[in-house]
């Protein structure tokens, strides 16, 4: 077994261009695979439904973006629980945005802030992986949000979003309201998300006391009512034990008389966000069903023809290994395994350099789609290259190996005679 | 594909310098190749020949980069194409101040008011201004799924109108034979009196997305209803399709959707269009500069090409893609002719000792490559071209502000064009160093 395995390492170094070609060729298209497969896998696992911990967002039913008025809130907190059969939530989380430029007479990308206004301390416990980090990240969060908690306009905010801004922890300064025109509210930085959480890189965080007694203020001091002052409230995270708790759950809420005016939808965060990625759908059914079959195919397509040539130019060293009694099999499993070998090797380092080059020197793939701004490559990778690798070069030298194992003895050396 | 060559706008290269250069510059290399080189073209095409599994492999791969590619490249068309046609000459849209979208713009009655008696307005034959005051919401709409599956909801944008066919001159629409405007209460009761319906106009891509809820899942049409936010509402017309953002709106009375949708003391934007096109940037920021109220102006068309976002976003990745695709690509190239090479040595020496130089040998096995590449990336414009008007709901967008949309695949000649330039350079580069390896080999080296 092992003088075989020598056996097909000797064949791969014998043309060492074309053995480097087939692996460079792979690597590149492996990589691309990669990078596909993990855009469409974080967008799968944000939208399927969780068995447990169902997380349940609450919003205004007819209208998108969903405004809430800030008295629904307290009772759906509670989920609309009033008898005691009635299910009520772990936890909460209430999500406002407050949105607006830093300098009104510069409305560019980098002067724009977007804040998601809530109960900083449900952060660690709502917000998706922030629950994952390790405990000294945790730590760190922790004592910013204690800081949130004790000064009403401190923020945090998203290391990419502060490098955007061009400012520094430490740093105050005043946002310009656009969605609640004309509230211009002072923020002091107090930290950045952990370079973990990875996924916060440009979110921000500020408190909802803050921006609804920033709206009472500036209503109370200009005698007018501000722009969807009346209504803040994007919308209400509650999370429950599982999918029948959150079905129960959901119904106490729609059938509640409480929320009448508007009306409100309950729905788990896996629809909501499959929802607002509905719009791309037919990017993502492309990228899934297009564009990595296609790269898989031209992969086996051009390990196909790398393979065939070599089979092509050992012709008579075939009928050279059938004569000292190879069998068709062993031909078979030779030209096989010399592709696998590379597909294997190739497919291993690609996933592998692409995980290291994406994740820790390039920080993401920058594709914003929706509010995700950047993707990156899980570590299932590893073996998604080494599969990728592995498949498409068993299938694109099938074909050659199939016709290796046929070449006849006689054929050949009547031809040299 | 044909159709496309056959309208081959040559009035359009100057706007793609680069990419018609190139193109022209590698076809031009091709004739070059095939007129100038002194080794016979049939010595490489019987080559080719004699090699058929291998060169129908090589092709298919081609072929598969470059029509993937024109898909891609079909549907950024399409995207650009419908922001492109959604802004009119001389239209300036006008929003409150701060906001660069409808979705967050909150103009008040009064401002709007203002506006409309703004100098510098179009008239039009019956001596009406060209203004179209709007409200534009988007709506959840459920959508119909099986007992036990998750729910789902779907975006709906909805534009409140004042006046309908006003707005639809403005934005230069029309209805479809058959259509009518809604009426001027925007209701209608249904036949047995027990229902009253929500009258609506809508855009043919629009109309195509609901009718995928129904079993036939046939585009809905004039006369039929359709359920959206607890309300029943009947489609009373039918917008032409222009390529348009347009087509993908639900139009309805601006009370109805003021009310319904908490719009009902302001406007989402004001449209109007300029008397002399040429002045209409300048209109807009003499708006923009008004002491009396603070807005946002913009011309029509700049609006729509800041929606451009998504495209730019998705044009860059499509590159990064393609550029890896052509690396992989020429590799492949690349070892089939490293191979063709080894295969044919005694050739290249029988061809030397004949007379034929150096610089005939590399153009010779230069131009077998750009046979393969230009074979392959023909038929895979060919292939991919076949995608040219398929409809897809897409979303476009700029800071802030996103749309969602229903587009049409656009197979421009620019994208077949991008596509053939993309397989001959993959010929070009993965032809050229197994070409300059055989015109260095020596002639004792290749015959021994």
């Known amino acids: ?417 | 594909m044909l159709a496309r060559i056959s309208r081959f706008d040559l009035s359009r290269i100057p706007q793609y310098p680069v990419l018609y250069g190139l193109l022209a510059a590698l076809l031009a290399l091709v004739l070059i190749l095939l007129f100038v080189g002194r080794v016979p073209v049939s010595y490489n095409v019987r080559n080719l020949v004699v090699r058929w599994w291998i060169t129908t492999m090589m092709v298919l791969a081609f072929v598969l980069v470059v029509g993937l590619m024109t898909v891609m490249l079909a549907f950024v068309s399409g995207m650009d194409a419908l922001t492109g046609n959604s802004g009119q000459p001389g239209n300036i849209i006008v929003f409150s101040s701060g906001a660069n979208d409808e979705g967050f713009s909150n103009l008040a009655l009064s401002d709007v008011s203002n506006l409309e008696r703004t100098q510098g307005i179009a008239v039009d034959e019956a001596g009406q201004r060209l203004a179209s005051k709007e409200v534009y919401v988007i709506v959840n709409q459920d959508i119909p799924v099986p007992k036990g599956s998750p729910s789902r909801r779907r975006f709906v944008q909805v534009r409140g109108l004042e006046d309908a066919p006003m707005s639809a001159k403005v934005h230069g629409l029309e209805l479809l034979p058959g259509s009518q405007w809604f009426s001027e209460a925007g209701v209608e009761q249904t036949s047995d009196g027990q229902q009253v319906l929500l009258q609506c106009v809508m855009g043919k891509g629009i109309a195509g997305e609901l009718g995928l809820d129904r079993p036939g899942r046939q585009p809905l049409a004039v006369g039929e209803v359709f359920r959206m936010a607890d309300r029943e509402w009947k489609v009373v017309g039918l917008l032409n399709s222009t390529g348009s953002t347009y087509d993908s709106e639900v139009w309805a009375k601006r009370q109805i959707v003021g009310e319904r949708f908490g719009k009902e003391a302001s406007y989402s934007s004001f449209v109007m269009r300029a008397s002399d096109i040429k002045q209409a940037p300048q209109l807009a920021e003499t708006l923009k500069k008004s002491k009396e109220v603070a807005l946002n102006a913009m011309t029509e068309e700049s609006y729509f090409e800041s929606l451009s976002d998504t495209s730019r976003t998705l044009l860059l990745a499509i590159r990064i893609v393609a550029g890896f695709m052509a690396l992989g690509g020429i590799f492949g190239v690349m070892n089939t002719m490293f191979a063709a090479i080894s295969q044919r040595i005694k050739d290249i020496g029988v061809l030397r000792v004949l007379g034929y130089s150096r610089t005939d040998v590399l153009l010779s096995f230069l131009m077998e490559s750009m046979i393969l590449a230009l074979v392959g990336g023909l038929l895979g414009c060919l292939l991919g071209s076949l995608c040219d008007g398929w409809t897809a709901k897409s979303t476009v967008g700029g800071q802030g502000a996103t749309k969602t949309v229903v587009l049409q695949f656009l197979v421009s000649q620019e994208v077949l064009a991008g596509g053939l330039l993309l397989s001959l350079l993959m010929g070009l580069v993965g032809g050229l160093f197994p070409a300059v390896r055989a015109m260095w080999m020596r002639i004792l080296e290749t015959l021994r």
């Open chain 1, 1 to 417: 077994m092992f003088q075989f395995f020598t056996l097909m390492l000797k064949n791969l170094r014998r043309n060492i261009l074309r053995t480097s070609l087939t692996a460079l060729c792979s690597m590149l298209l492996v990589l691309v695979v990669t990078g596909v497969w993990s855009v469409l896998d974080f967008i799968d696992r944000q939208t399927e439904e969780k068995a447990n911990d169902f997380k349940v967002l609450v919003t205004e039913k007819n209208k998108a973006p969903s405004r809430l008025p800030r008295a629904y809130v307290s009772s759906l907190r509670e989920g609309a629980a009033r008898g005691p059969d009635d299910v009520k939530p772990e936890d909460y989380m209430t999500w406002a945005f407050y949105g607006g430029t830093l300098d009104p007479n510069k409305m560019t990308r980098e002067n724009f802030l977007f804040l998601i206004a809530c109960e900083p301390e449900k952060a660690p416990t709502m917000m998706d992986e922030l629950d994952q980090l390790n405990a000294a990240d945790t730590a760190r969060l922790q004592d910013a949000i204690a800081k949130m908690k004790k000064q009403a306009n401190a923020v945090i905010i998203g290391p990419e979003q502060l490098k955007l801004m061009n400012k520094k922890v430490g740093e105050r300064f005043t946002v310009n309201g656009l969605i609640f025109k004309d509230l211009n509210l002072e923020f002091e930085i107090v930290d950045t998300f952990p370079d973990a959480a990875q996924r916060y890189g440009q979110t921000s965080l500020m408190n909802l006391d803050y921006l609804l007694q920033g709206i009472d203020e500036y209503e109370a001091k200009t005698k007018k009512k501000i722009a969807n002052g009346a209504d803040p409230i994007a919308f209400v995270m509650l999370k429950v034990k599982n999918k029948e708790d959150y079905e129960k759950l959901s119904a106490q809420i729609v059938n509640s008389p409480l929320y009448n005016s508007p009306a409100v939808r309950c729905e788990s965060a896996g629809s909501a966000v499959s929802t607002f990625l509905e719009s791309w759908q037919t990017i993502f059914w492309g990228m899934r069903w297009l564009l990595a079959p296609a790269i898989l195919g031209t992969l086996s397509l051009v390990i196909a023809v790398a393979i065939s040539i070599s089979v092509r130019e050992r012709r008579k060293e075939i009928a050279v290994m059938k004569v000292l009694g190879f069998t068709p099999g062993h031909v078979l499993t030779m030209v096989l395994g010399e592709a696998l070998l590379i597909g294997l090797i190739s497919g291993l380092l690609s996933a592998g350099g692409t995980y290291l080059l994406v994740n820790k020197v390039l920080g993401g793939i920058p594709f914003p789609i929706a509010w995700f701004q950047r993707f990156f490559i899980p570590t299932n990778a590893l073996w998604w290259g080494v599969a990728i690798g592995a498949g498409t070069s068993v299938l694109g030298s099938f074909l050659p190996a199939w016709n290796a194992r046929g070449v006849r003895v006689a054929d050949v050396f009547s031809k040299v005679a």
